[in-house]
């Protein structure tokens, strides 16, 4: 690890403190403020490893944070830092720390080695899951039951466009035919009980489950949806909608389109099964 006043580098890792700005092998890395600052942390100790306690104090000084969102926190982070992730490590019982080391390239001949067996796993797990959707495939009538759950909130506080997107979804949905949304208000009582995915779905007794998460980045917000069927808990459809706005109605207004499109050919591809 090499260090300036503002400038961290970590093998062909580089963060700049200054500008706020991070770079692996040359390309840009776009980061919320947490995971920025978690990651700073990180960088200047590496490569010591950092105690889960020394994190806490450093990147939430002032805040009342638990032991688990440092986890989620770091998730987020690697999440963000794509083919970066591999230089965080976790290290069982004391915390993380970044290691250089994992940029290494293997030996040709083991590379190639290590490709074929990864090309055969791959074969073999396509053979078995095509199997196993066929042998698991829920079997639904209509109409379809459905549910949108609260979007988790990452690096915000904004409840309220939590509730507008819920209830956006939620909107859409019933305007599908065959299909039976229920109400955000029907579902304060599973909110109250925090209950997880599995047991919303078995208490609301619905066949698919919509959620999601809402990032805040420096100059808007990234959301992601998700289509669960509740009969086997496989999320069978993703989504990722990034605007560039703050306020709440014209981030509502900026994701409806990319929403109903997503809406519209998910729901439409539920029915299908429901026939074959």
């Given at each position: 690890m090499t260090a300036t006043d503002s400038i961290i580098q970590c093998g062909?890792?580089?963060?700049?403190?200054?500008l706020k700005t991070v770079t692996y092998q040359g390309q840009n890395i776009s980061l919320s403020p947490t995971a920025f600052e978690l990651l700073a942390h990180l960088m200047a100790?590496?490569?010591?490893?950092?105690?889960?306690?020394?994190?806490?104090?450093?990147?939430?000084?002032?805040?009342?944070?638990n032991r688990d969102t440092v986890k989620q926190q770091v998730k987020t982070l690697r999440d963000?830092?794509?083919?970066?992730?591999?230089?965080?490590?976790?290290?069982?019982?004391?915390?993380?720390?970044?290691?250089?080391?994992?940029?290494?390239?293997?030996?040709?001949?083991?590379?190639?080695?290590?490709?074929?067996?990864?090309?055969?796993?791959?074969?073999l797990l396509t053979a078995v899951s095509g199997w196993w959707y066929t042998a698991s495939r829920p079997t639904m009538v209509l109409p379809l039951e459905t549910a949108t759950l609260p979007f988790k909130l990452i690096d915000s506080a904004d409840q309220d466009l939590v509730v507008m997107l819920q209830e956006e979804l939620t909107q859409m949905?019933?305007?599908?035919?065959?299909?039976?949304?229920?109400?955000?208000?029907?579902?304060?009582h599973a909110d109250d009980q925090q209950y997880s995915p599995?047991?919303?779905?078995?208490?609301?007794?619905?066949?698919?489950?919509?959620?999601?998460?809402i990032r805040e980045l420096a100059?808007?917000?990234?959301?992601?949806?998700?289509?669960?069927?509740?009969?086997?808990s496989v999320a069978v459809w993703r989504e990722h909608i990034e605007v560039a706005v703050k306020d709440r109605e014209l981030v509502v207004s900026?994701?409806?389109?990319?929403?109903?499109t997503f809406i519209n050919k998910k729901v439409a591809y539920i029915k299908r099964q429901t026939q074959a």
């Open positions: 062909p890792l580089v963060l700049n403190q200054a100790q590496a490569p010591a490893v950092v105690s889960v306690d020394q994190l806490l104090a450093q990147v939430w000084p002032q805040k009342v944070v963000q830092l794509g083919e970066a992730a591999v230089l965080i490590q976790s290290v069982r019982g004391f915390g993380y720390q970044i290691n250089t080391s994992q940029t290494k390239h293997q030996p040709d001949s083991k590379r190639r080695g290590w490709l074929a067996a990864l090309v055969v796993f791959m074969l949905l019933s305007r599908q035919s065959d299909v039976r949304a229920i109400a955000v208000s029907a579902l304060a599995k047991e919303y779905a078995q208490h609301l007794n619905v066949d698919v489950m919509f959620e999601g998460s100059d808007g917000y990234a959301i992601n949806v998700r289509m669960i069927w509740t009969h086997n900026e994701t409806r389109e990319a929403l109903r």
